[in-house]
């Protein structure tokens, strides 16, 4: 059985496959949305099938909506192409649960799938609709930025800015085009909601949008009301926001199971911009979305399927707290260490006992001691419920080598803004044990053999090549000293968020580095003994 609207008249098929099938009238639903939109989302990944989408589609099946959600994807067309179109635009959520049980659904709340590239002048339609409420985005962190890490612009953005709306070619110049239809066409108001994990995410895109305005209206493409409409809250508001939900590359076992139950069509692919995908999304079951109200035009009844709405400076406490403190850098040490280990999959991980301790240590005894407690969600329960349930979910096929994708980028953010917090409370750095060797850890991984002496692939990351260049040369049994080698690495903000030695622990992590190469098992003998010392 291929997954299609045809197929869904079969409901015996899915309900033997234990398939649940969408209970709302979808033809009614799409003509609603396209006669008066209420909801666009940029960013048509996985996490969106499985999150944002399913939501959606509840409160299609509660009654609480008659609209659905229409999706665009600016980066790689190819996810609308291989995942949306070829399948009349049905898409299938499997959660995975930690006592073993999947929960199957066939998602029916897309109202369109569009190509940036190709389908702009429909966009342009939607949002010249009054009724539109809300653009959401899940775009990663990449996708907002402007410039290069050289502080550069980049090409297509520096064209963008230059040559006004009507040519804009960029991901964040055509959203900018966008908004400017919406401005020209009657200034609705409408809330822009990003949802990636990028601190201040809302502010984020704000900047993005106001360079747009700005450039555009210095050089007479758009006129200075434009810019005005982007600055007024009350007319586009750029909301913050906090997601959370682990959502795996889609997975062979999972895609077994469902061909087991009759499905065709149903394998994975890479598309031409090295992004994995498939006619299906495998996530956990455990999620949250917390997103400042502050909805100009109105809102798609969201709370009515759990989604968290607060002022924003709660969000921006639940988003430390979360990114900070009690998941991310969590993660991101499983994945240092689980590539240096040679694991393949974090659930394996959390049968390691040191690698219990050295999470344990970076959550509860580093992390805790300075987030600040949001009120609507409890740090320590959150974290418990990481390390107890989440993360050692044998049915979650997470991989630390996708996690320690883009990890330059991630590690100020998940453990810079701890330091900088122990800075400013007058604490001392220098007794941190469990970060300092994360940090030592990292840089042991990018040296990209493990602690056997082979070789393995590093995760894409755009300043590999870099950081590469500076640890040239170093290999398995040397001794040192790699001061002139790593102090061009510890001391950079980019990297860590502060300059290291600055904090007194430049030093130490040089120490726990050249322990990490004395020869094969350095990296096991240096984490056990760290963290089971007093």
């Keep these: 059985m291929k997954l299609n609207n045809e197929s869904l008249k079969d409901i015996s098929f899915w309900e033997k496959a234990g398939i649940a099938l969408p209970q709302f009238d979808r033809e009614k639903m799409i003509a609603q949305t396209k006669s008066a939109p209420k909801w666009v989302h940029f960013g048509a990944g996985n996490i969106f099938r499985i999150f944002p989408a399913v939501l959606a589609q509840q409160l299609l099946e509660q009654g609480f909506e008659k609209t659905g959600v229409i999706v665009a994807e600016g980066y790689d067309g190819q996810i609308i192409d291989k995942c949306f179109t070829a399948f009349d635009n049905l898409s299938i959520a499997v959660t995975l649960k930690s006592d073993g049980t999947t929960e199957k659904r066939v998602v029916a709340s897309f109202a369109g799938a569009l190509r940036m590239d190709s389908e702009m002048d429909s966009l342009k339609e939607i949002f010249a609709s009054p009724s539109l409420q809300m653009a959401s985005f899940t775009i990663t962190e990449k996708g907002y930025s402007l410039k290069g890490r050289n502080g550069e612009l980049l090409p297509d953005a520096a064209q963008d800015l230059k040559s006004g709306p009507s040519s804009a070619a960029s991901y964040l110049g055509r959203i900018a085009c966008l908004c400017h239809e919406r401005y020209i066409r009657g200034a609705a108001p409408l809330a822009m909601v990003s949802m990636d994990n990028c601190s201040h995410n809302g502010d984020v895109l704000l900047a993005a949008m106001e360079a747009f305005a700005k450039s555009w209206a210095e050089n007479k493409t758009a006129d200075a009301g434009f810019?005005?409409?982007?600055?007024?809250?009350?007319?586009?508001?750029?909301?913050?926001?906090?997601?959370?939900?682990?959502?795996?590359?889609p997975d062979d076992s999972v895609r077994d199971m469902l061909v087991s139950c009759g499905l065709d069509d149903m394998h994975g692919t890479v598309t031409e911009k090295n992004t994995y995908i498939a006619p299906f999304v495998n996530a956990e079951e455990t999620q949250y979305l917390v997103i400042e109200d502050a909805f100009p035009n109105g809102r798609p009844a969201l709370e009515k399927a759990g989604v968290l709405f607060t002022d924003r400076e709660t969000v921006d406490r639940i988003e430390k707290m979360k990114v900070c403190t009690c998941l991310n850098p969590l993660h991101t040490s499983l994945a240092v260490f689980g590539c240096l280990l040679g694991y393949t999959r974090i659930s394996e991980e959390m049968k390691d006992a040191d690698l219990v301790k050295l999470i344990e240590g970076v959550g509860y005894r580093e992390g805790l001691p300075v987030v600040t407690d949001p009120g609507i969600i409890k740090p320590k329960e959150f974290i418990?419920?990481?390390?107890?349930?989440?993360?050692?979910?044998?049915?979650?096929?997470?991989?630390?080598?996708?996690?320690?994708?883009?990890?330059?980028?991630?590690?100020?953010?998940?453990?810079?803004?701890?330091?900088?917090?122990?800075?400013?409370?007058?604490?001392?750095?220098?007794?941190?044990?469990?970060?300092?060797?994360?940090?030592?850890?990292?840089?042991?991984?990018?040296?990209?053999?493990?602690?056997?002496?082979?070789?393995?692939?590093?995760?894409?990351?755009?300043?590999?090549?870099?950081?590469?260049?500076?640890?040239?040369?170093?290999?398995?049994?040397?001794?040192?000293?790699?001061?002139?080698?790593?102090?061009?690495?510890?001391?950079?903000?980019?990297?860590?968020?502060?300059?290291?030695?600055?904090?007194?622990?430049?030093?130490?992590?040089?120490?726990?580095?050249?322990q990490m190469l004395a020869s094969p098992g350095a990296v096991r003998t240096v984490l056990t003994q760290t963290v089971n010392a007093g």
């Design 227 to 249: 810019l005005q409409y982007v600055r007024d809250k009350n007319r586009l508001s750029f909301t913050w926001s906090m997601i959370d939900k682990i959502t795996p590359r």
């Design 384 to 514: 418990d419920q990481v390390i107890k349930v989440r993360l050692p979910n044998p049915f979650m096929p997470d991989a630390p080598q996708r996690i320690a994708v883009d990890s330059s980028q991630k590690i100020p953010i998940r453990f810079g803004e701890t330091l900088k917090a122990y800075k400013n409370l007058g604490k001392n750095c220098a007794e941190l044990k469990y970060i300092p060797l994360v940090f030592a850890g990292w840089l042991r991984y990018l040296l990209g053999f493990d602690d056997q002496g082979k070789q393995f692939e590093v995760s894409p990351d755009p300043q590999y090549e870099i950081l590469a260049a500076c640890l040239k040369g170093i290999s398995m049994g040397q001794t040192g000293p790699f001061s002139e080698k790593l102090r061009p690495i510890l001391s950079n903000p980019l990297y860590f968020g502060v300059n290291l030695y600055d904090l007194g622990l430049g030093g130490r992590i040089e120490d726990l580095f050249t």
